[in-house]
C-alpha cells in the first residue's frame, strides 16, 4: 500500500476514533509517559499487503472492531459458573458481580446438558456437580433471583437441549417483569462443534439444526440484542486440535450457520450479528494472538464476499475466549495461575471481547471460592495495571506475528477447501439442501472425518510430549516440590436429594392436563415445520420439565449415534 492510502486510513481512523466515547481513565505508561491509542507505519512510509492489516474499527478488522480498542470500552470479564441447585449458584453470581465481574455464565450440570431431569435414573450422581441443575423454568427463576435479567448481560452454556433452556430463561425474565425483547447475552447452541468434539449431543444433525433455525428466526425478529449462537471452537482445541483446525473447524460451522439462515429466508445483516465466537487461548502466546486476528480478518472477508453481509456489525467476528484447561496440571497446581495470566495475556493482546479466566483447581474439581477469586483478580490485574488496555493491537505490525497471523489464515483457507471438498462429494450434482459448507460439515461428521483430523494431532502432541521434545513444568521437566494443600469444593449428595423433591413436589403441584396440551401442540409443530419456539415456550410456561420437552423430541427425531472409526 502506497504511503497515502496509509495516511488516508489512518484520518479515517483518527475521525472514527476522535468522535467516539473514551472511557474516564489514565491512558499513560506506568511512568506517566502519553501514549498514542494506536500505532501503524510511520508517515511517508509504503508497507506491503497493509490493506490486511488496517486500522481498528475498520474491515477487515485484523486490528479490532472498535477504533478505540479497550480505550472505549474493556472486554467482559465474564466467569464462567454453576454447582450444586440455583439456590447455591445465585449466591455465587452475586459474589462474582459484588467482585466486578461484568457479566454471567451459566455451567449446567451434566443431566441438563444431556437434557434429562434429576430424577431420570441416568442422572443419578451427577446432579449439580459439574454445574447448576436446572430441571424447570421455576429454577432458572431462583438461578436469577435478584439478579436483573434486563441488564446483566447473561451467556448459557448448553448445545443439545439449548432451546428449551433458552425458553426458561425467557420465562424466567417475564416472571421478573422484564420484556423478553430487551434481553442481551448469549447461548452457545452449537452443535456443530458436540458432534465434531465434544460428544453431547441429543438429536439427529438434520432436525436438530431445523430446530436452531427456529431459533435463530425467533431471535432475529424480537430479540434483537440476543446472540443465540456462541459458536464454539474451545470444546475443538481442547480434544487436540491445534491451532489452525480450532480457527477453520470453527468459522467453517459458523459459515454453515449463516448458510442455515440464508436457506430460511433469513436477512444476513438482521441475523449475523446474532452469531458470537469462542476460543481457546492456549499457551503458544504468539500463535494464539495471530489466531483471534486472523479470525477476524477471515469472518469479515468470507461475511462479505461470499455471503454478501453489508452491515458493519454483520461482519464483525465477536468472540469470548476462555483460557485453555487442557494445559492446567494436577502437580504444582499453583503454577496454574502464570500459565492462565499468559494465556488471557493472549487473549486481550488478540483483541478479546470477553474472558473467562480458568481456576487453579480446575484440573481436580470445580473452583472453590478463592480459587474463583484469583481467577477473577488475574483478569483486573491485566485490566488494571499492566497498560494494556492502553494501545489496540499493539502487536500490529510485528513481522512474526504478522507472518503468523498470515500462515494460520491460509492454513485455514485449506481446511475451508478440504470441507467443501467434502460437501461437493456428498452432492455432486452442487443441490444442497442448507449450503456447501453445511454439506462439508455434515459429511465430515458423518464419516468421523473431523473427529480423525483432531486424533491424529492430540496423537501426535501427546508422542512429542512423551519424548520430552514438548515440555511441561512439574509434569516432564522441574518436577517435585511446590505443593500445597489445595481447598477442593465437594458439591454433596444431599444437592440431589433435594432437587429430586423440589422437582417431584412442583410437578405434584402444576396443572398437568395444561402439559400434556403444550407438549402435543410442540409435538404439531415439530411435524408441521412451523416455528416451534412458541409452543415450547407455553410448554415451559405449564411448568414442563427439560427432560419431558426433550424426550418428546428424542421420540420424534431419534437421538444421534456416532459412527465408529479408529
Ligand atoms: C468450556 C465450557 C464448557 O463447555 O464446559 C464452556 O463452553 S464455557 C462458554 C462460556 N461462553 C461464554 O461465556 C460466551 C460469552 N459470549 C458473549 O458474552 C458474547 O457472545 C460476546 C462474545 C459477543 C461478548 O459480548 P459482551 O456483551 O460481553 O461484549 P461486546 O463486545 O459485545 O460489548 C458490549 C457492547 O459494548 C460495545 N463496545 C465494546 N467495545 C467498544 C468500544 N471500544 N467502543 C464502543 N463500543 C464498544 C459493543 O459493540 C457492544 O454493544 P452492541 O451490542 O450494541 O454492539
Known amino acids: 500500500m502506497d504511503a497515502e492510502a496509509i495516511s488516508e486510513g489512518r484520518r479515517r481512523w483518527q475521525a472514527r476514533y476522535d468522535a467516539a466515547r473514551k472511557r474516564d481513565a489514565d491512558f499513560t505508561t506506568l511512568s506517566g509517559d502519553a501514549v498514542d491509542p494506536v500505532y501503524g507505519p510511520r508517515p511517508g512510509d509504503t508497507y506491503e499487503g497493509f490493506e490486511r492489516i488496517g486500522w481498528p474499527g475498520e474491515f477487515p478488522y485484523t486490528r479490532g472492531l472498535h477504533a478505540t480498542g479497550y480505550r472505549g470500552r474493556t472486554w467482559t470479564i465474564r466467569q464462567f459458573a454453576g454447582f450444586g441447585n440455583a439456590e447455591q449458584t445465585n449466591e455465587r453470581y452475586k459474589m462474582i458481580l459484588e467482585a466486578g465481574g461484568g457479566g454471567l455464565s451459566v455451567a449446567f450440570d451434566m443431566p441438563t446438558l444431556m437434557g434429562r431431569d434429576s430424577d431420570d435414573p441416568r442422572s443419578l450422581g451427577e446432579v449439580g456437580h459439574c454445574g447448576v441443575a436446572i430441571d424447570s423454568a421455576a429454577d432458572m427463576e431462583v438461578l436469577f433471583r435478584d439478579i436483573p435479567l434486563g441488564e446483566v448481560t447473561t451467556s448459557m452454556t448448553i448445545s443439545g437441549p439449548a432451546v428449551p433452556v433458552f425458553c426458561m430463561y425467557l420465562v424466567a425474565a417475564e416472571r421478573q417483569g422484564v420484556d423478553p425483547g430487551v434481553l442481551n447475552g448469549t447461548l452457545q447452541t452449537d452443535i456443530f462443534k458436540e458432534y465434531i468434539a465434544q460428544k453431547e449431543w441429543l438429536f439427529q444433525p438434520e432436525p436438530h439444526l431445523r430446530l436452531i433455525g427456529d431459533l435463530m428466526e425467533h431471535c432475529a425478529a424480537g430479540i434483537p440484542a440476543y446472540k443465540p449462537l456462541s459458536v464454539s471452537g474451545y470444546h475443538i482445541r481442547e480434544a487436540g486440535a491445534t491451532a489452525a483446525q480450532e480457527l477453520a473447524y470453527t468459522l467453517a460451522d459458523g459459515f454453515g450457520y449463516v448458510?442455515?439462515?440464508?436457506?430460511?429466508?433469513?436477512?444476513?445483516?438482521?441475523?449475523?450479528?446474532?452469531?458470537?465466537?469462542?476460543?481457546?487461548?492456549?499457551?503458544?502466546?504468539?500463535?494464539?494472538?495471530?489466531?483471534?486476528?486472523?479470525?477476524?480478518?477471515?469472518?469479515?472477508?468470507?461475511?462479505?464476499?461470499?455471503?454478501?453481509?453489508?452491515?458493519?456489525?454483520?461482519?464483525?467476528?465477536?468472540?469470548?475466549?476462555?483460557?485453555?484447561?487442557?494445559?492446567?496440571?494436577?502437580?504444582?497446581?499453583?503454577?496454574?495461575?502464570?500459565?492462565?495470566?499468559?494465556?488471557?495475556?493472549?487473549?486481550?493482546?488478540?483483541?478479546?471481547?470477553?474472558?473467562?479466566?480458568?481456576?487453579?483447581?480446575?484440573?481436580?474439581?470445580?473452583?472453590?471460592?478463592?480459587?474463583?477469586?484469583?481467577?477473577?483478580?488475574?483478569?483486573?490485574?491485566?485490566?488494571?495495571?499492566?497498560?494494556?488496555?492502553?494501545?489496540?493491537?499493539?502487536?500490529?505490525?510485528?513481522?512474526?506475528?504478522?507472518?503468523?497471523?498470515?500462515?494460520?489464515?491460509?492454513?485455514?483457507?485449506?481446511?475451508?477447501?478440504?470441507?467443501?471438498?467434502?460437501?461437493?462429494?456428498?452432492?455432486?450434482?452442487?443441490?444442497?439442501?442448507?449450503?456447501?459448507?453445511?454439506?462439508?460439515?455434515?459429511?465430515?461428521?458423518?464419516?468421523?472425518?473431523?473427529?480423525?483430523?483432531?486424533?491424529?494431532?492430540?496423537?501426535?502432541?501427546?508422542?512429542?510430549?512423551?519424548?520430552?521434545?514438548?515440555?511441561?513444568?512439574?509434569?516432564?521437566?522441574?518436577?517435585?516440590?511446590?505443593?500445597?494443600?489445595?481447598?477442593?469444593?465437594?458439591?454433596?449428595?444431599?444437592?440431589?436429594?433435594?432437587?429430586?423433591?423440589?422437582?417431584?413436589?412442583?410437578?405434584?403441584?402444576?396443572?398437568?392436563?395444561?402439559?400434556?396440551?403444550?407438549?402435543?401442540?410442540?409435538?404439531?409443530?415439530?411435524?408441521?415445520?412451523?416455528?416451534?419456539?412458541?409452543?415450547?415456550?407455553?410448554?415451559?410456561?405449564?411448568?414442563?420439565?427439560?427432560?419431558?420437552?426433550?424426550?418428546?423430541?428424542?421420540?420424534?427425531?431419534?437421538?444421534?449415534?456416532?459412527?465408529?472409526?479408529?
Not at 284 to 302: G, H, L, P
Not at 499 to 514: F, G, N, Y
Request: glycine fraction near 8%.
Open 259 to 566: 448458510e442455515l439462515g440464508l436457506s430460511r429466508g433469513l436477512d444476513v445483516n438482521r441475523f449475523a450479528p446474532g452469531l458470537s465466537f469462542f476460543f481457546d487461548a492456549h499457551l503458544d502466546f504468539f500463535e494464539e494472538i495471530a489466531k483471534f486476528r486472523a479470525a477476524r480478518r477471515i469472518w469479515a472477508r468470507w461475511m462479505r464476499d461470499v455471503y454478501g453481509a453489508t452491515s458493519e456489525k454483520a461482519q464483525w467476528l465477536r468472540f469470548h475466549t476462555q483460557t485453555a484447561g487442557v494445559s492446567l496440571t494436577a502437580q504444582q497446581p499453583y503454577n496454574n495461575v502464570v500459565r492462565t495470566a499468559v494465556e488471557a495475556l493472549a487473549a486481550v493482546l488478540g483483541g478479546t471481547n470477553s474472558l473467562h479466566t480458568n481456576a487453579l483447581d480446575e484440573t481436580l474439581a470445580l473452583p472453590s471460592q478463592q480459587a474463583a477469586e484469583i481467577a477473577l483478580r488475574t483478569q483486573q490485574v491485566l485490566m488494571e495495571e499492566t497498560g494494556v488496555t492502553n494501545v489496540a493491537d499493539p502487536l500490529g505490525g510485528s513481522w512474526y506475528v504478522e507472518q503468523l497471523t498470515d500462515r494460520i489464515e491460509a492454513d485455514a483457507e485449506k481446511i475451508f477447501e478440504q470441507i467443501k471438498e467434502r460437501g461437493t462429494r456428498a452432492h455432486p450434482d452442487g443441490q444442497h439442501p442448507i449450503g456447501p459448507i453445511t454439506s462439508g460439515i455434515l459429511r465430515g461428521i458423518e464419516d468421523g472425518w473431523f473427529t480423525g483430523e483432531i486424533a491424529e494431532a492430540a496423537f501426535t502432541y501427546q508422542r512429542a510430549l512423551e519424548k520430552g521434545d514438548k515440555r511441561v513444568v512439574g509434569v516432564n521437566c522441574h518436577t517435585g516440590s511446590v505443593t500445597g494443600d489445595l481447598e477442593i469444593l465437594r458439591v454433596s449428595h444431599e444437592v440431589e436429594r433435594e432437587q429430586v423433591r423440589l422437582l417431584t413436589d412442583r410437578k405434584a403441584r402444576r396443572d398437568d392436563q395444561r402439559v400434556k396440551r403444550a407438549l402435543e401442540a410442540m409435538l404439531a409443530a415439530a411435524r408441521d415445520g412451523s416455528n416451534m419456539i412458541e409452543p415450547m415456550l407455553e410448554a415451559v410456561r405449564a411448568e414442563a420439565t427439560l427432560g419431558e420437552i426433550c424426550g418428546v423430541l428424542r421420540d420424534e427425531w431419534g437421538v444421534y449415534v456416532e459412527p465408529a472409526g479408529f
